[in-house]
């Protein structure tokens, strides 16, 4: 693991993260290993696989990651950068991040408060019956 | 070229090693459970041999102009002796032009889950599709896995796994949608210009040949040219002897004899028919061709008499083969 030895001074450790490049309203994210303390999108030390963010004609997000190489890098003791670790949840090549989860039960809540609140003033204006036609639920 | 062919981008492209592929069963209706012994394959050395006869050689055909740039043409003074090299090397270059492409079952769908988070659910819009880009792994045994929005972990299936690996690693000759010219209605303008042989390059370029598109284009082509008796648009081509092996396994080998007969290709028509035995050696003919050992026209006539359907067509080429052959060798 040659990487650790080429790194300038002190400090900075090999980085597994996404780079963006893309244009405007079009991102395209590069899975690339890299010093800690380079730019987002400056140079790394080597591409290992690429993420499309919006889904394509056939209503999937595209993503390719090079296995073999991200074993080497990790085994060489490169960190993951959360957003990376995430996705590699998701592939299935580590196990599903916490976060993810806890992401995923936060949104349910959320989601299960509004349509009770949806469903509480709706029960409130049926009952009462008179003129406030006010239109429920979440408003623009 | 786009005339080459690459199952893989990892497989050699000399015969012995297609030859080596795993020897699957060709589409056969089940034998009512006599025959002891296995039904020929595609691939075995005697059925490939026969197959290789019947295509010719036809190196005006092999070697004729694609439309490929323009270049001014080449002119060479040569003796004897280099003039006979050279045909030698056209011809060797001609047999490899002439690989067979394999004939295989269609796949079995994948249907794997590799596993299930139920807690996902709801928390995306659109599913993921991750392939993995190490370099050195054969595509067959690339993992490209799909995480749906319901949180399920699941292997790709054919379509996307194929998507997928010409994304990545594009092949020459495919695009990552295929072209609308193989859908059922498009192929009918297609054979009524009789570019069959266009239409089968394209579909090796594009499908694998275990894909049911494949399987399907190939099987259409086969019946139009069956339908309207075009067998000469395929000889001295590589799409001969897959044509000859579907006709064979449905058994509907009579217009290509009348065909044969009717181009004075009686060893030809031998081969098919020897060929026709070698695959349904329960039939009539088959069985007497064994015990009495026929040979040449023989086996042609035993043939008409007992399997096939348009007999009279058959024995009119026949006759007038033979017929031929006299005045032929009278004058």
């Known amino acids: 693991c040659h990487a650790l030895t080429t790194l300038m001074g002190r400090g900075g450790h090999v980085i597994i993260r996404f780079a963006l490049g893309g244009c405007t309203n079009r991102p395209f994210f590069r899975i690339v290993a890299a010093n800690s303390r380079r730019a987002r999108d400056g140079k790394y030390l080597e591409q290992l696989g690429c993420l499309d963010p919006l889904p394509n004609a056939h209503g999937e997000k595209v993503a390719g990651l090079n296995l073999e190489r991200l074993r080497y890098w990790l085994g060489c003791g490169a960190q993951l950068s959360r957003p990376a670790e995430k996705l590699l949840g998701l592939a299935g090549f580590l196990p599903l991040h916490p976060m993810t989860v806890t992401g995923a039960e936060r949104l349910r809540r959320r989601r299960q408060r509004e349509q009770q609140t949806e469903a509480a003033p709706a029960d409130g204006s049926a009952e009462t019956g008179t003129d406030t036609g006010t239109g429920t639920g979440t408003g623009p | 070229s786009l005339l080459s062919l690459r199952c893989h981008s990892q497989q050699p492209s000399d015969p012995s090693a297609i030859l080596k592929l795993p020897a699957k069963r060709k589409l056969m209706p089940t034998v009512q459970g ?50 006979e090299e050279a045909t ?30 139920k807690i996902l659910e709801g928390t995306e819009t659109a599913k993921y599709v991750f392939t993995d880009l190490s370099y050195s792994i054969p595509h067959r045994e690339r993992f490209i896995v799909v995480r749906e929005p319901n949180g399920v972990l699941r292997k790709a299936t054919w379509e996307e796994r194929d998507r997928m690996i010409q994304i990545f690693f594009p092949k020459e000759g495919r695009r990552v949608i ?6 059922d209605e498009k192929l009918g303008t297609v054979f009524q210009q009789d570019r069959h042989e266009d239409v089968l390059n394209m579909c090796i370029a594009q499908f694998e040949p275990d894909s049911p598109d494949y399987i399907r284009v190939h099987h259409r082509t086969y019946e139009d040219i069956e339908k309207h008796g075009k067998y000469d648009l395929l000889r001295s081509t590589r799409h001969f002897g897959g044509m000859v092996w579907y006709l064979l396994s449905r058994k509907k080998a009579d217009g290509l004899l009348i065909d044969m007969i009717n181009r004075d290709l009686l060893d030809d028509a031998t081969s098919l028919i020897t060929l026709y035995h070698m695959l349904h050696p329960e039939c009539q003919s088959a069985k007497k061709a064994k015990e009495q050992k026929l040979q040449g026209v023989d086996l042609i006539k035993v043939f008409v008499k007992t399997e096939s359907q348009r007999e009279g067509y058959i024995q009119l080429a026949l006759q007038a083969y033979e017929e031929a052959m006299a005045t032929s060798s009278a004058s």
């Open chain 2, 34 to 83: 006599k025959a002891a012994q296995p039904k020929p394959a595609f691939t075995d050395e005697a059925v490939q041999t026969l197959l290789y006869k019947m295509t010719g050689l036809d190196l005006h055909k092999v070697f004729r102009p694609e439309k490929k740039g323009l270049k001014p043409p080449h002119y060479k003074l040569m003796t004897e002796a280099q003039l």
């Open chain 2, 88 to 117: 030698r090397k056209a011809i060797e270059e001609a047999k490899t032009k002439l690989i067979m492409p394999p004939v295989l079952n269609e796949r079995e769908p994948i249907d794997d889950v590799l596993a299930e988070d």
């Open chain 2, 178 to 183: 295929p072209p609308t010219l193989f859908k």
